[in-house]
Nanobody, 127 residues
Framework: QVQLVESGGGLVQAGGSLRLSCAAS????????MGWFRQAPGKEREFVAL????????YYADSAKGRFTISRENAKNTVYLEMSSLKSEDTAVYYC????????????????????WGQGTQVTVSS
């Protein structure tokens, strides 16, 4: 089992910044990639960013490019999502996820590719 715990969500003004954290525990050696998804009320879960654990290669959704940065801190088994220039459209519950080496893609970008999920952290951007 892999356990993921997100933190760092909250209320922020439009144009502001926020940093989310995701701490992984358990069988962390089995993780191939970690990703961030978000889900607004009544909408499907949406891919935001991912990072390949070994090598640190990253990939971003168009909505995140230029504004969000995903990074990792290996010693702490932690992944971060730095968000800036936040918009009201960014309001959602943000979920951290982990994909095993059996992922169907070298760069897993769909929820089906991920095996473990955190409980989510709420990000609310006010206008």
């Amino acid at each position: 089992q892999v356990q993921l715990v997100e933190s760092g969500g909250g209320l922020v003004q439009a144009g502001g910044s926020l940093r989310l954290s995701c701490a992984a525990s358990g069988r962390t050696s089995s993780i191939y990639a970690m990703g961030w998804f978000r889900q607004a009320p009544g909408k499907e879960r949406e891919f935001v960013a991912l990072i390949i654990w070994k090598g640190g290669i990253t990939y971003y959704a168009d909505s995140a490019k230029g504004r969000f940065t995903i990074s990792r801190e290996n010693a702490k088994n932690t992944v971060y999502l730095e968000m800036s220039s936040l918009k009201s459209e960014d309001t959602a519950v943000y979920y951290c996820s982990a994909a095993l080496p059996s992922a169907s893609s070298w760069f897993p970008k769909t929820p089906r590719d991920y095996d473990y999920w955190g409980q989510g952290t709420q990000v609310t951007v006010s206008s």
